[in-house]
Nanobody, 125 residues
Framework: VQLQASGGGLVQAGGSLRLSCTAS????????MGWFRQAPGKEREFVAA????????TYADSVKGRFTISRDNAQNTVYLHMNSLKPEDTAVYYC???????????????????WGQGTLVTVSS
């Protein structure tokens, strides 16, 4: 299984970016896909997660109302639409996937079996 993330870059505060992550190597699309981020010197933290049906979605409080997670199951891809970016959003963003047939504890790193390589988002003030 491979998760390929892309879309990171440098953006000014208040700007927008869209991250993408495509899963490959399994017949069925992941049941749950999520995004985490890790800023320098900090632990990796939960950002958002989405179930297979694009109905169950969970967000960290710090990104609610600014970020939107969505999926294209035909492409095995999850997106993270990030608006109103702040300097504190600067981090390496990682996508994660799990094929267990339940949407539970999406904020837990241990919940995911597979991780992408990360894509850097830098927000300048």
């Amino acid at each position: 299984v491979q998760l390929q993330a892309s879309g990171g870059g440098l953006v000014q505060a208040g700007g927008s970016l869209r991250l993408s992550c495509t899963a490959s190597g399994r017949t069925f699309t992941p049941y749950m896909m999520g995004w985490f981020r890790q800023a320098p010197g900090k632990e990796r933290e939960f950002v958002a997660a989405c179930g297979r049906g694009n109905v169950s979605r969970t967000y960290a409080d710090s990104v609610k109302g600014r970020f939107t997670i969505s999926r294209d199951n035909a492409q095995n891809t999850v997106y993270l639409h990030m608006n109103s970016l702040k300097p504190e959003d600067t981090a390496v963003y990682y996508c994660a996937a799990d094929w267990t047939l339940t949407y539970s504890n999406p904020w837990a790193k241990s919940r995911y079996d597979y991780w992408g390589q990360g894509t850097l988002v830098t927000v300048s003030s």
